[in-house]
């Protein structure tokens, strides 16, 4: 849903195309598992040898016929990478598109960003970049009997978490076998154009914010770190607080609508290198139905106080 190397909104006009590629297939006969005639991969390495050829050669087709711009792999972990052949099968995909994008789920140490999936990170990830697998529901395929639908406020509140820790959202609805899109994932994606539409500054070719405890709020920077922005899902008390910002503030605005807002400075020393509170007067009717987003244009890139304060020795 945000643009990190590459992934979210392309830049050009071209649209990208990802496919999704399961390498374990548990239906095939030569697939060493719930198999009708059950085998084990080292007790019958050329007939494992036969599915993994029949791999490549699906791939081939897929790679040859559609020039895919991602491959979203599945199902790596009941083999290692080099019973995969995961090395020579990159390889084999980069030579169709030198600018393939890869997942995780070739193995270690073959893909170009993490999957996590389901749960949303608390911390985040190691990885440079990431993305988090999200069903709309509790269901990756259709299941007519699963209502368990999230709300759109609840995944744009999990979609904001992840621009706050540098990552994607990648989210996920099942077709109706007649192929139609179900009303509730319709209302979902709808509510969801609304929002990013909106605040698209906000998302694309951003980074992640400022570590937490500075703002009680997701936040994130512009690529050169300059602005920043902070999301709301919640009215405040008076005013929002930013601690520990050293820089001097140009200027505030509303996200989507360009209302100016006024700060003030609580707290601040002349005497002393620590920055005081910057307070933002929000007014109400400025405030976005689900989440609203301030944008902060600072005199240079974000320059923070990590430091644990002094005593006054004098006044």
Known sequence: MSCRKGLGRPTDERFRKGIYFSVLDWS??????NTRETFRYKNDPARFQKFVDFNFKQ??????????????????????????????L??????????????????????????????VPVTRPTSEYWELCMTINNSWGYQGNDHSYKSPSDLLRIFVDCLHMGGNLLIDFGPKPDGTIPEEAENILSEFGRWTSKHESAIYETQA????????????????????????????????AIKGLKNKIQRFWVVGN??????????????????????????????????????????????????????????
């Open 28 to 33: 095939h006969p030569d697939y060493d598992r």
């Open 59 to 88: 791939l081939e087709e897929l790679s040859s016929k559609y020039n895919p711009d991602l491959y979203w792999f599945d199902g790596d972990w009941e083999h290692t990478p080099e019973e995969w052949k995961s090395a020579e």
């Open 90 to 119: 990159k390889s084999k995909l980069l030579t169709y598109n030198k600018n393939l994008i890869i997942n995780s789920r070739l193995g270690p140490g073959y893909g170009d960003y993490d999957t996590p999936e389901q749960r």
């Open 209 to 240: 914010g400022i570590p937490d405890g500075h703002v009680y709020a997701p936040t994130t920077l512009s690529a050169d770190k300059t602005i920043l922005y902070i999301y709301l899902d919640y009215k405040v008390n008076e005013s929002l």
């Open 258 to 315: 360009g209302t100016k807002l006024q700060a003030r400075e609580v707290g601040k020393m002349y005497w002393s290198a620590a920055p005081g509170m910057k307070h933002i007067n929000i007014p109400d009717n400025v405030y976005d139905k689900d989440i609203t987003v301030l944008a902060v244009l600072l005199d240079g890139p974000v320059d923070l106080y990590r430091e644990k304060g002094q005593v006054i020795e004098s006044n």
